[in-house]
């Protein structure tokens, strides 16, 4: 007999998520960028979102009572369309959550949330070029890709030295 898969719930985080959030998103940074990043400077930025609502907010994805996967809104004004693109940043599933829909589960509630509002245009994610499995599941969700390329200049020196 066949066994149903666990169901998957998204809430949006609070600040008694710090610890799991800050975790994730040093997990993400050594697996898609090899890189270690400052714990004291992820955790403000975190704390930032969390107790700063004009940044963004982040959303958590549960599976069988564990937090299985998260993602971050920010926001980017148009002035072209007079409204918010919704940027998903900070993804992250844990290995053992991922191929189970846990960022299906997630990117439906962001869609569902972000269609719901007249002030939201759209929704944009950026992903590394060589990522081509993360791809082809942002495609297979209906997005497309777009005729940018991402170009930055850092101004700190802390963010400067984190990209050499």
């Not at 990043?37 to 982040?58: C, I, K, N, S």
Request: hydrophobic letters at 45%; proline letters at 4%.
């Amino acid at each position: 007999m066949k066994t149903q898969p666990a169901t998957l719930g998204v809430r949006e985080a609070t600040p008694v998520d710090i610890d799991v959030l800050v975790q994730f998103n040093a997990a993400m940074a050594i697996e898609t960028e090899a890189k270690t990043l400052d714990p004291q400077v992820l955790r403000a930025g975190v704390a930032a979102v969390l107790t700063e609502p004009r940044r963004g907010f982040y959303l958590i994805a549960e599976q069988a009572g564990a937090i299985a996967g998260c993602l971050m809104i920010t926001y980017e004004w148009s002035d072209w369309r007079n409204g918010d693109w919704w940027w998903l940043q900070s993804v992250y599933v844990r290995p053992e959550h991922r191929r189970s829909g846990v960022f299906r589960a997630l990117y439906a509630h962001v869609e569902r949330l972000a269609s719901a509002r007249a002030d939201v245009v759209g929704v944009r994610l950026y992903v590394e070029r060589d990522n081509r499995h993360a791809q082809q599941t942002y495609e297979a969700l209906g997005m497309r890709e777009e005729a940018y390329r991402m170009f930055a200049k850092p101004l700190r020196k802390d963010v400067r030295a984190a990209l050499k």
